[in-house]
């Protein structure tokens, strides 16, 4: 039979990349906002295995930060969670982020995708 998507590294992610954008807020000035807990659940994806040394400092300045909401500007020009943690619009297509996320997993090569 084989093993089940939904214990696969890529169905956690999707299933985390959807919540996330299900809980995003503006904030006062428009920025986007997204919540600590759905940001820990993405970082600590074993999808990103393969990048967790060079992402460290963001994942630890994520983790002592103890704010409910963190900005999106936290993770501008810092590749490739500028990509991850955007506000997408998926009322004009919603294949589309599917399929930017494929092909930005297969530029970045994480975890088991190569």
């Keep these: 039979m ?23 807020r503006s ?12 940001v820990q659940n993405i970082l600590s994806n074993s999808f990103f295995n393969e ?7 963001i994942t630890d300045d994520v983790s002592s ?3 409910l909401w963190i900005p999106s500007s936290f993770f501008n020009e810092k590749p ?14 919603p ?6 996320i494929w092909r930005f997993s297969k530029h970045h090569k994480f975890g088991m995708i190569a």
């Design 80 to 93: 490739p969670f500028d990509f991850i943690f955007r506000k997408v619009d998926t009322a004009k297509d």
């Design 65 to 67: 930060n103890k704010d």
């Design 27 to 38: 904030g006062e000035n428009g920025e986007i906002l997204f919540e600590h807990d759905e």
């Design 51 to 57: 990048s967790r040394h060079e992402n460290s400092s």
């Design 2 to 24: 084989g093993y089940p998507l939904k214990f696969s590294p890529v169905y956690s992610l999707i299933k985390d990349l959807l919540s996330l954008q299900k809980t995003l």
């Design 95 to 100: 294949r589309k982020n599917n399929l930017d």
